[in-house]
């Protein structure tokens, strides 16, 4: 299963996403949607699994979970929005954690692409980056990755600088 991953649009869909999309299986928004026609819109390329972000509006939230846990080829994943520094996660996230052993945290709202094994919660921690406009970001990015019996082929992928006139 290819999967596109994406956080922080702020209503912003970037046009250079489609061939990403496109070969996706599924693209995984981590929140900070923005806009309500926003997920219809990426669905025209490949399913979506989404959580809504904290400046998502009640339209979105009411639509969308908080968070995510989903089983593929025998790896669990979670998916929230605002999870904290690796290793040092809020204490919503910690419960999660406790709960549902994901071996994958995916997450967004720091607006930085982070990949990194978090030895203490046992899990790989997962940021996309932001891919809108909006936030203190410089380089708008998303990652790619496959799950099978690894997860494999991850990529982080730039998209060029934030701001309207890019």
């Known amino acids: 299963m290819k999967v596109l991953l994406i956080s922080d649009t ?3 869909l970037d046009p250079e996403i489609e061939p990403y999309a496109k070969e996706a299986d599924e693209i995984w928004h981590a929140g900070d949607i923005g806009s309500s026609d926003l997920i219809p819109r990426l669905e025209e390329w490949a399913p979506v699994r989404t959580v809504y972000g904290n400046i998502d509006e009640y339209d979105l939230r009411v639509q969308y979970p908080e968070y995510w846990v989903e089983d593929f080829h025998g790896h669990r994943f979670m998916m929230i929005h605002i999870a904290g520094p690796v290793g040092r996660y809020n204490a919503r996230v910690r419960e999660l954690i406790r709960e549902y052993r994901p071996s994958f945290l995916v997450c ?3 607006h930085i692409l982070k990949v990194q094994f978090d030895k203490r919660f046992d899990l790989l921690y997962i940021n996309p980056g932001a891919l809108g406009h909006h936030g203190f970001h410089q380089i708008r990015t998303m990652i790619t ?3 099978g019996e690894k997860v494999h082929q991850m990529k982080a992928i730039e998209l060029g600088r ?4 890019s």
């Open 145 to 147: 990755f496959e799950i």
């Open 162 to 165: 934030r701001g309207r006139g």
């Open 10 to 12: 702020h209503g912003f």
């Open 108 to 110: 967004g709202h720091s």
